[in-house]
């Protein structure tokens, strides 16, 4: 019986035939393979049923220790999945189709192009606590522009669904920096977290800020600075967001 020979990956280089065993083969597919920027990760099994839901919203109300039959709550639970349906109808969108258009008569354009003072409302994955707060959202334009209401909606889409903060900051700015190919992208974003402000450590009036530069941002101390003084005095309180 004749022993398999290891698989190999074969390709072309500089004219030449080069050949590398399938376990390197195999760690060059993965390093090339791009992350998933476009979409949510989707549970697992079939989406549960309008009713599913009413009825689960209907055992919360019983184990926080009310009745779901009596008058006031009787129609909480369709109420609750409705208001889920707005809350999270960013699981239903594509954040890439949001930035699909784009527009290349900018006349040679090639400074910040900065939206700042995004207002939005999230929900946090850990507690599903409301998160108010505002998105700072720049690029350094290479050849085109978006439409400047597509970073408002980019936004929306993120907030539409369950986050940590950090995530969705730098989600906001990787889709940018791999839709558009700027020469950079900025995003900061400051918001107030109920799972902190109305439970557990009770500490209100306290924001959470978080940035991500890509590019000329991140390796151009200059062009940062330009950005920040553009965006303004951060951490002006919970007040703002209302």
Not at 20 to 44: E, G, T, V, Y
Request: hydrophobic share 40%; glycine share 8%.
């Amino acid at each position: 019986m004749s022993r398999r020979k290891p698989l190999r990956l074969v390709s072309r280089r500089n004219g030449e035939t080069v050949s590398r065993p399938a376990a390197q083969a195999a760690k060059i597919k993965d390093r090339a393979r791009p992350a998933n920027l476009f979409s949510a990760r989707l549970p697992a099994g079939p989406r549960p049923s309008r009713a599913e839901a009413e009825g689960a919203v209907r055992t919360l109300l019983r184990w926080a220790g009310d009745d779901p039959a009596r008058e006031g709550l009787r129609e909480t639970p369709g109420r609750v999945v409705r208001a889920y349906e707005e809350y999270f109808r960013g699981y239903d969108a594509d954040p890439a189709a949001v930035l699909r258009r784009t527009f290349e008569e900018t006349d040679g354009y090639d400074e910040i192009v900065l939206l700042r003072d995004i207002r939005f409302e999230s929900h946090c994955e850990h507690h599903l606590a409301p998160i108010v707060g505002r998105a700072h959202v720049g690029y350094l334009p290479h050849r085109r522009v978006v439409g400047i209401s597509k970073l408002a909606r980019l936004v929306e889409v993120y907030a539409r669904r369950l986050i940590i903060q950090e995530k969705m900051t730098a989600q906001i700015a990787n889709l940018i920096n791999e839709v558009l190919e700027p020469k950079g992208v900025a995003v900061v974003i400051e918001a107030v977290h109920q799972c902190m402000t109305t439970r557990g450590v009770h500490k209100p009036g306290t924001t959470l800020v978080t940035s991500r530069m890509l590019g000329a941002f991140r390796d151009d101390p200059t062009t940062r600075r330009e950005f920040l003084a553009m965006v303004g005095k951060l951490g002006g309180g919970a007040g703002d967001f209302a």
